[in-house]
């Protein structure tokens, strides 16, 4: 499947992409664009991706991710019908309330009609 086809189906998707990426230096073209694949497609579906540099970092950054993916909340909206194949972006945000509790949003950035 080319990059462009796999964007496409995770667009289709109801999946989110948790990545670790464990890279060294290369010289191939492919492997170099490795890391900003991994950042993208984290992004596309909302999820994570996290660089490590040495794996003793591993069991330390699995625990923070199962932590993260714990304390995680699922929205849900059903749409108005519209156009078969057309992308449909959507912009989710938090209202500030009276806490102080630091909360981050991964929301995916749209999605395209069934």
């Given at each position: 499947?080319?990059?462009?086809?796999?964007?496409?189906?995770?667009?289709?998707?109801?999946?989110?992409?948790?990545?670790?990426?464990?890279?060294?230096?290369?010289?191939?073209?492919s492997e170099a664009r490795g890391p900003w694949i991994l950042e993208d497609l984290a992004k596309i579906?909302?999820?994570?991706?996290?660089?490590?540099?040495?794996?003793?970092?591993?069991?330390?950054?699995?625990?923070?991710?199962?932590?993260?993916?714990?304390?995680?909340?699922?929205?849900?909206?059903?749409?108005?019908?519209?156009?078969?194949?057309?992308?449909?972006?959507?912009?989710?945000?938090?209202?500030?309330?009276?806490?102080?509790?630091?909360?981050?949003?991964?929301?995916?950035?749209?999605?395209?009609?069934?």
């Amino acid at each position: 499947m080319t990059e462009r086809e796999l964007r496409r189906r995770i667009e289709e998707e109801d999946v989110q992409i948790h990545a670790i990426g464990i890279h060294d230096s290369s010289d191939r073209v492919s492997e170099a664009r490795g890391p900003w694949i991994l950042e993208d497609l984290a992004k596309i579906t909302a999820g994570q991706h996290h660089t490590v540099r040495n794996l003793g970092e591993l069991p330390e950054l699995a625990a923070k991710m199962r932590l993260a993916l714990h304390e995680y909340y699922i929205l849900s909206y059903r749409p108005p019908p519209g156009l078969s194949g057309t992308f449909r972006r959507i912009n989710v945000q938090v209202a500030r309330g009276a806490t102080a509790a630091r909360v981050w949003v991964y929301a995916r950035r749209g999605y395209r009609m069934p």
